[in-house]
């Protein structure tokens, strides 16, 4: 029905930042899309996340997607672009 895959960024001491969640893929099959299931599961993703100490969430999106763009707007998430 649907799949993410996540990893933890951990921060490297030099940097001033904490610990990020990487959002690398979310796949929601076509008759489930629209439905907020996507939505759920990258809230689930991101609770687990905090609960290891996870202070941001970043989603790695390649740049011809535009449908993943979108979703990547939402509040709560810096989005990076893969080329």
């Known amino acids: 029905m ?3 895959s996540t990893r933890v960024d951990e ?3 030099v940097f001033d930042r904490p610990d990020r ?3 690398g893929d ?3 099959r076509e008759p ?3 439905t907020g299931f996507a939505d759920r599961l990258l809230e689930r993703a991101t609770a687990d996340a905090r609960e290891r100490g996870c202070g941001e969430r970043r989603r790695d999106v390649d740049e ?3 449908r993943a763009a979108a979703f990547c707007e ?3 998430s810096r989005r990076t672009v893969a080329r």
């Open 2 to 4: 649907a799949v993410v």
């Open 11 to 13: 921060r490297p001491a």
């Open 21 to 23: 969640l990487v959002v």
């Open 26 to 28: 979310i796949s929601v």
């Open 32 to 34: 489930h899309r629209g």
């Open 64 to 66: 011809d997607n535009e």
């Open 74 to 76: 939402s509040p709560g």
